[in-house]
C-alpha cells in the first residue's frame, strides 16, 4: 500500500499518486459502464472505492469513510441491478425519470444528510479538513448512486452537481489526479445524460396491441 501511495508523477506542478490515479481511472471506468447500462459498472465503481480508501486512509480520514459507503451502495448496485437487468428493451436494465415523489425524497434526504456529516465533521476535525464540501461531496455521491441503482435519469444530475464542488476541492487537498478526472466526468456526464433520458422515452413507451413484444 505505501508504493501504492507512492508519487507517480509531477503533471502542471501538481504531484500525481499512484493510488488516487489508478481508483480515479476505475471510478472513470465505472461510470462509463454506467452510460452502457453495464452490471459490471459495480464491481468497478467497488475496486475504485478499495483502491482509494486505501490512498486516502492516513489522510483524509473522512474521505476514506466515504469510499466505505461507496463499497457499500456498490454492493447494493449489483443486487438491484442484476433483479433488473431483464426488463430493458435489449436485455439491459429500463431507465426512466424519477416521480416528483422521489424527487423531493432525494432532494431533502440530501439536505438532511450534508447538514449532518457535515456537523460530524466539524463535530471531530480529525475526519475532514472541508467539512461542508466535503459532507456535501460524501452525500451527493451516495444519492448519485442510489438513483443509479433505481434506474433514474436524475443520477447524472447528481454527478454533475457532485463534480461542480470536487473539482476544486480535490485540487485544493493535493489530490490533483482526482481533480483532472472530475472534469472528465463532466463531460462523461453530459452524454450519459442525454443517452439515458433517451431511452427512458424508449423504454417507457408503451407496447402497441398487436405489435412483438
Do not use: C
Not at 506542478?13 to 454506467?34: E, P, T, V
Amino acid at each position: 500500500m505505501n508504493r501504492l501511495n507512492s508519487e507517480a508523477f509531477v503533471l502542471f506542478d501538481q504531484h500525481i499518486l499512484w493510488s488516487d490515479m489508478i481508483g480515479n481511472i476505475f471510478g472513470l471506468i465505472a461510470l462509463a459502464l454506467g452510460w452502457r447500462r453495464s452490471i459490471w459498472s459495480w464491481p468497478v465503481q467497488f475496486l475504485s472505492g478499495l483502491v482509494l480508501f486505501g490512498a486516502f486512509y492516513s489522510h483524509l480520514t473522512g474521505s476514506a469513510g466515504k469510499q466505505v459507503v461507496v463499497m457499500t451502495v456498490a454492493g447494493w448496485g449489483w443486487w438491484q441491478w442484476n433483479r433488473r437487468r431483464h426488463q430493458g428493451e435489449d436485455g439491459q436494465i429500463s431507465v426512466r425519470f424519477a416521480t416528483w415523489r422521489e424527487r423531493a425524497a432525494m432532494l431533502a434526504a440530501a439536505a438532511a444528510g450534508t447538514v449532518a456529516v457535515a456537523l460530524l465533521f466539524k463535530a471531530y476535525p480529525s475526519l475532514s479538513w472541508d467539512p461542508w464540501p466535503d459532507a456535501y461531496i460524501f452525500v451527493g455521491t451516495v444519492v448519485a448512486m442510489y438513483a443509479q441503482a433505481r434506474g433514474m435519469v436524475e443520477f447524472w444530475f447528481a454527478w454533475l452537481l457532485v463534480d461542480l464542488v470536487g473539482v476544486p476541492l480535490n485540487f485544493a487537498n493535493g489530490y490533483a489526479f482526482s481533480g483532472f478526472v472530475y472534469v472528465i466526468y463532466g463531460a462523461l456526464v453530459l452524454w450519459g445524460m442525454r443517452d439515458w433520458w433517451l431511452r427512458s422515452r424508449r423504454d417507457s413507451r408503451p407496447v402497441l396491441e398487436g405489435a412483438p413484444a
